[in-house]
């Protein structure tokens, strides 16, 4: 589904993938994904979606912010919003799902092929548009988790489905429990 001279930009709706990879049970090597798909066809961009906590002095998910940056990825970030529910928990609120959208649109006439890391079926109207200006569309989530990560008016929307299981021996490692290991292993890089 990929030729070698197509021009690819990826885009990673990052809280989405790290459900997905979590529900599969592996972590994802993100230098791996970058040759992957290096290796696919020719990789303009790949964009990384986030929401960070932004009063917290550590935020478990900054040392990847940092890495990702410094190794080729292009981030794209936002402040979280903290508020408590109604039954007063605590919550956290970040989509990412608009500035992933504008992104795409802006970039699509200068790609042939763009993969959305993402199984949100918010993005079904985004996929449509990119399709109607020629760019091809692959989607990569899962169907193997219970229940499953995508959504299936995204996936029949897609022109080409990647089930992230698949990617494992690719784009993946054990996942790692103590978030010391996790900020060393991504500063090894």
Avoid: C
Avoid at 12 to 18: A, F, P, Q, R
């Amino acid at each position: 589904m990929f030729y070698k001279d197509e021009r690819l930009a990826l885009f990673i709706d990052g809280s989405n993938l790290y459900a997905a990879a979590k529900a599969l049970g592996f972590d994802i090597d993100y230098k791996l994904l970058r040759q992957e798909f290096m290796r696919r066809g020719k990789l303009l961009r790949a964009f990384y979606y986030t929401a960070l906590l932004e009063n917290d002095e550590y935020s478990p998910i900054r040392p990847l912010v940092d890495w990702l940056h410094y190794n080729g990825f292009t981030m794209v970030t936002k402040p979280a919003k903290e508020y408590t529910d109604s039954q007063g928990r605590r919550k956290v609120k970040g989509n990412m799902d608009i500035e992933l959208t504008v992104d795409a649109m802006e970039l699509a006439p200068r790609v042939d092929h763009i993969v959305l890391f993402s199984g949100d079926g918010d993005f079904r109207p985004l996929v449509e548009s990119l399709q109607r200006q020629g760019v091809r569309v692959s989607v990569v989530s899962t169907i193997r988790s219970q229940p499953p990560m995508i959504a299936d008016e995204l996936r029949r929307q897609a022109d080409n489905f990647i089930e992230l299981d698949e990617l494992k021996e690719a784009i993946g490692r054990p996942p790692r429990e103590n978030p010391v290991e996790r900020e060393v292993a991504y500063n090894d890089h």
